[in-house]
Nanobody
Framework: QVQLVESGGGLVQFGGSLRLSCAAS????????MGWFRQVPGKQREVVAR???????NYADSVKGRFTISRDNAKNTVYLQMNSLKPEDTAVYYC????????????WGQGTQVTVSS
């Protein structure tokens, strides 16, 4: 079992920056593929960025060049640096951990709200 706790969300102006953190406990996350997803009311949760155990990362087209996902396995923590924020980035952001050896074994945090004002 992996417990995930997100932090760092808040209210920011258009063009501003935020750094989200996802602290994991219960298991070391070094072998997990970690990800950030977001969801707005009435819409499906969508992937924002994912990072594999070897630190290769991929991003949604909407955030490429603005967001950076990283991981610190020693701290059991994953980050999402968000720059040049836009109002359309407003959402609840969720951290996720995928166990690579058992498809479907997935853990979620409780989410953190990010609001970008225009």
């Amino acid at each position: 079992q992996v417990q995930l706790v997100e932090s760092g969300g808040g209210l920011v102006q258009f063009g501003g920056s935020l750094r989200l953190s996802c602290a994991a406990s219960g298991s070391r996350i070094s072998i997990y593929t970690m990800g950030w997803f977001r969801q707005v009311p009435g819409k499906q949760r969508e992937v924002v960025a994912r990072i594999a155990s070897g630190s290769s990362a991929n991003y949604a087209d909407s955030v490429k060049g603005r967001f950076t996902i990283s991981r610190d396995n020693a701290k059991n923590t994953v980050y999402l640096q968000m720059n040049s924020l836009k109002p359309e980035d407003t959402a609840v952001y969720y951290c996720n951990a995928d166990y690579p050896f058992a498809p479907g074994v997935r853990y979620w945090g409780q989410g953190t709200q990010v609001t970008v004002s225009s």
